[in-house]
């Protein structure tokens, strides 16, 4: 009888043994996962947004956009949009100042150092993956449309848990080729925006004109305001594009922002230049205008970059799982 007790105590703590093991790696396993990888999923909505064009005016800065006292340089957002939608004051980049890393930005929710030639993908799954897997969504309902190559990298990510799933079209660069191709004129890219709009009418769409930042580079002052100028007859004409389809009318919402500034003009060498965390660098414009939306309104509830997919993902009912950016409440005409 002894005997027999001696060998259930061996085996009940041989056993307690390998459970406290088997719980340690376990807890240790659950502690390495990255939460990241959690798929998105369905939200309760009633929002009357179908269709959400996020606009990037690559590196305009904000004291040549809205804080511009008498918006020179944007007379068509000034004259028809401002009284459409909601401007605020106090909107900004607070990662990188610079292409890539400012348009990850806004594809993903995060801020994220990375290469800005095009040859390294975005840590995190981007809104559109998040979106398309989701609804299950055909490929063509969401774009990313840039005069930039470089920014095909928007259509994919680094994490192994969705690299080369659930991605967008994408049309960047000289013909559209992508990474490589060149820098194309924001004429041609606005011409295959509209192509695109036309023919798939997609639900979610970035695009980027590169106009604001290519011509500052220059060094030429009035090349830059001119590029603005022209940048804002394109946002305009996107927005008349949007109010005379019968599928957008009504159901589309629309961002104008920036991926980044300039320096300011005691930094460095002033609207040359970008790249720091100077004001001019971080300060940037944003607007916005949708059927859920505010109108003629300006706001200065300070925002970021990363505020603008998690909005997204409210406007269209799914998750973003575990950003950092938060839904922008003040926009809306419901809270």
């Known amino acids: ?30 502690a390495d996962y990255d939460y990241r990888y959690f798929p998105s999923k369905k939200v309760d909505h009633d929002y009357k947004t179908k269709h959400v064009i996020v606009l990037v005016a690559d590196g305009l800065r904000y004291s040549e956009g809205w804080g511009e006292t008498n918006n020179q340089f944007m007379p068509g957002m000034e004259t028809f949009l401002k009284s459409q939608g909601v401007v605020n004051t106090h909107f900004y980049n607070f990662g990188d100042t610079y292409t890539s890393a400012g348009h990850t930005s806004i594809t993903t929710g995060f ?100 106009d604001p930042d290519y011509s500052a580079h220059s060094g030429i002052w009035n090349t830059y305001t001119d590029a603005i100028k022209k940048t804002d007859n394109y946002i305009n004409r996107l927005w008349n594009f949007i109010q005379a389809d019968s599928v957008y009318k009504n159901t589309t919402t629309l961002f104008v922002t920036s991926d980044h500034g300039r320096h300011l003009d005691s930094v460095a060498d002033g609207f040359i230049g970008h790249g720091d965390g100077c004001d001019g660098c971080r300060h940037l414009s944003f607007y916005a205008a949708g059927p859920d939306f505010l109108k003629g309104k300006v706001v200065d509830t300070e925002r970021h970059l990363i505020d603008i997919p998690v909005t997204i993902a409210a406007l269209l009912g799914f998750e973003l799982p575990n950003s950092n950016g938060k839904v922008m409440t003040e926009l809306f005409t419901r809270r």
Request: proline residues 4%.
């Open 1 to 30: 009888m002894q005997y027999s007790k001696l060998l259930g105590c061996k085996w009940l703590l041989k056993n307690e043994l390998f459970a406290a093991l088997l719980s340690t790696v376990l807890w240790s396993c659950l």
């Open 111 to 210: 801020y994220q150092a990375i290469d800005n030639f095009g040859l390294e993908f975005p840590h995190n799954p981007s809104v559109f993956q998040y979106w398309n897997q989701a609804y299950k969504n055909d490929q063509v309902k969401s774009w990313v449309i840039a005069s930039k190559d470089k920014l095909d990298l928007l259509a994919d990510c680094a994490n192994p848990y969705w690299t080369g799933k659930y991605k967008p079209s994408v049309n960047s660069g000289i013909n559209g080729l992508g990474v490589g191709s060149g820098y194309r004129e924001d004429s041609l890219t606005l011409q295959k925006a509209f192509e695109i709009l036309k023919l798939h009418h997609p639900n979610l769409v970035l695009i980027n004109f590169r």
